[in-house]
């Protein structure tokens, strides 16, 4: 097995922040440049002078969701704070897709934060898809569960203790193949080219349960210094690794190491609706 367990120290500061406080606004609203290049097209044939900059600042502002709790100088519960599961999602997705050595990295073609249905809250299923082609020409499927936590119990409560945790969502994907197909098929509903036609390939493998197609079960796990503990956060994900053979895990923790959690979220919002205006 090829299983990896990572603790990764990240320095929270302003530049930072601005980064993925950018990267987010990008994956709130998204313009597809085809998309772009037919409007213009059509504009001039019409005369209209249609103001794309315009309409790319509304998009821009009203796709990203002001939240009346933050701007009141509060914190929303953990378990209501948008700003709070998607820079999860954001780290986590970005863990996977950049920060890896190259040749181990994935391409991950649809972003979560960027497909859901409602602006204001949570997306559901699965929180990262991605694959990546091997050496042999055979594919491996990425499925990745982001979760954010600050509880002192180690490991919290998220990694294998509630009903949406770590360890048994990705259970249940292993052991109900069903399940893990239906969700790659909606996930492909926003695809186009090579990266629906891998996806289906994918699909069409776990479908037919002909294993070619390995499947490493991504985990992001947001800490920080005030309540990380490296040996133990890894909880029944790394104790029980046998359990998701013949898949890998792959689990990041992710801490922050000079602001908490609820400060670094904080920071985030704050500069995501600065960007947006």
């Known amino acids: ?21 950018e990267r987010y606004v990008l994956q709130r609203s998204p313009i597809n440049p085809t998309s772009v290049d037919e409007i213009l097209k059509i504009s001039e044939g019409l005369g209209t002078g249609f103001d794309l900059s315009q309409i790319k600042s509304i998009i821009k502002n009203k796709s990203i969701f002001s939240d009346p709790i933050r701007e009141k100088g509060e914190r929303p519960n953990p378990v209501n704070d948008i700003y709070r599961s998607d820079f999860g999602e954001l780290l986590t997705t970005y863990y996977f897709e950049e920060e890896l050595n190259e040749g ?13 249905e409602r602006y204001d809250m949570p997306g559901r299923g699965i929180d990262a898809i991605g694959y990546r082609i091997k050496k042999d020409g055979s594919y491996e499927l990425l499925v990745s569960e982001a979760k954010v936590s600050s509880q002192k119990q180690n490991p919290p409560s998220v990694v294998d203790m509630t009903d949406d945790s770590i360890y048994k969502t990705h259970k249940n994907y292993h052991d109900n193949s069903d399940v893990l197909g239906q969700r790659l098929v909606e996930f492909s509903k926003n695809l186009k080219g090579d990266d629906l036609f891998i996806v289906m390939c994918i699909i069409v493998d776990i479908e037919n349960k002909t294993n070619k197609c390995s499947i490493t079960y991504g985990c992001g796990l947001v800490r920080d210094y005030t309540c990380v503990d490296e040996a133990k956060d ?14 890998n895990i792959h689990f990041a ?4 190491t000079k602001k908490t959690i609820d400060e670094t979220i904080d920071l985030f919002y704050k500069k995501v609706q600065e960007i947006a205006k």
């Open 253 to 256: 923790i992710l801490s922050f």
């Open 1 to 21: 097995m090829n299983n990896v367990f990572n603790k990764i120290d990240i320095e929270v500061f302003d530049e930072f922040i601005e980064k993925f406080a």
């Open 104 to 116: 181990c990295r994935y391409i991950i073609p649809a972003k979560n934060i960027s497909t859901r």
């Open 234 to 247: 890894f909880g029944k994900v790394k104790n029980n690794a046998n359990e998701f053979e013949p898949g």
